[in-house]
């Protein structure tokens, strides 16, 4: 604590990867948002960094304040704050930017109030979801990885069941990040209703295995089972260069491809951080030849656990130590 500040930070979030719409979700190392509060006489929030500009300063508006607004309510704690909000994540890229100010705010507000770890895990995560739920739709999935890091399954929100792995780093990742933002909120509004049936069994088995690869660090596996039937048909349209990235992704090796959680940006596996290179490149290559600039990245999974969460022996609930 510096200064009477307490800093939550938590990283960006791949979720669905492939198959697993609104379940799965991977704690990436590379961009990371920062929340600090300190007590004041009344409310404030500043927002700063990658896309502040674009994003709202008022308390009751921002999903850092609105996170609290919900801690607030759940604990009982009505003590006003200084909130600083330095974005790394960069919004409506699909890497969890929502999530990632979400999850840092409630981490910076267990620091300071920890006698709010009586919310138990559960509670605590509900309320890291509510600013979620706000701005961009009630998915759990982001949230959950910013706040356990590794692999999430969401199996259920009530009760909530979560599961994390650890990733092996032998699972690297290849990441473009191009320049065109896509809004989680409406990239939301263009899901189909209904899925045919032979669609959702695809999916289910490309996902319970890609579960089993990613806890057993096969990118091989992981990678094949990354095929999405049920969001990603709806939404490559509205991501120009989809296709062309993917082949791309393909070609220079990657094991598999998919949107990064409602888009733009896109990933691949890959079995080493050299093949991960060549194909984040060819992935952004392939959409400079579009016109569009992308960004490249190649990392791996975040294994940290910013809430500090344990499984418990009990079953699959968590509580919480606070970092
Ligand atoms: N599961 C969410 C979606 C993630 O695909 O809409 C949004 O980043």
């Excluded at 009586?118 to 600013?131: D, N, P, W, Y």
């Excluded at 590794?150 to 290849?174: D, E, K, N, Y």
């Amino acid at each position: 604590m510096r200064n009477g500040w307490v800093w939550g930070r938590a990283p960006a979030t791949i979720a669905n990867v492939g198959p697993g719409f609104d379940v799965f979700a991977l704690a990436i190392h590379g961009p990371r948002d920062e929340v600090a509060i300190r007590p004041a006489d009344k409310d404030s929030l500043a927002v700063e960094g990658v896309g502040a500009a674009g994003l709202p300063t008022k308390f009751s508006e921002n999903t850092a304040g609105i996170v609290i607004d919900a801690l607030r309510a759940a604990t009982g704690i009505f003590q006003p704050l200084q909130v600083r909000v330095r974005k790394g994540v960069p919004p409506s890229r699909g890497l969890g930017s929502s999530a990632a100010s979400c999850a840092g705010a409630a981490l910076a507000y267990l620091k300071a109030f920890p006698s709010s770890s009586s919310l138990g895990a559960e509670g605590f995560i509900h309320a890291a979801v509510a600013g979620e739920a706000a701005v961009s739709g009630r998915h759990y999935d982001n949230v959950a990885a910013a706040l356990l890091g590794g692999f999430v399954t969401v199996a259920s929100t009530q009760p909530l069941i979560l599961q994390r792995v650890t990733v092996s780093s032998r699972v690297a990742l290849a990441i473009a990040i191009p320049d065109i933002l896509l809004k989680t909120a409406d990239m939301r509004r263009v899901l189909p209703d209904l899925v045919p049936l032979r669609d959702a069994v695809g999916n289910i088995g490309r996902a319970a295995t890609l579960a089993l690869a990613l806890s057993r660090g096969d990118a091989s596996l992981a990678g094949r089972c990354l095929e999405d039937r049920i969001a990603e048909p709806a939404r490559a349209s509205f991501l120009s260069g989809f296709a062309e990235a993917k082949a791309a992704a393909l070609g220079a090796g990657a094991t598999g491809f998919a949107i990064s959680g409602s888009g733009s940006t896109v990933f691949g596996f890959a079995p080493n951080q050299a093949i991960a290179g060549s194909a984040a490149n060819a992935m952004c290559g392939a959409f400079k030849a579009l016109g569009t600039h992308a960004t490249p990245l190649v990392t791996t999974a975040d294994n940290s656990v910013p809430l500090g969460a344990v499984v418990s022996k009990a079953g699959p609930r968590f509580s919480i130590v606070a970092a």
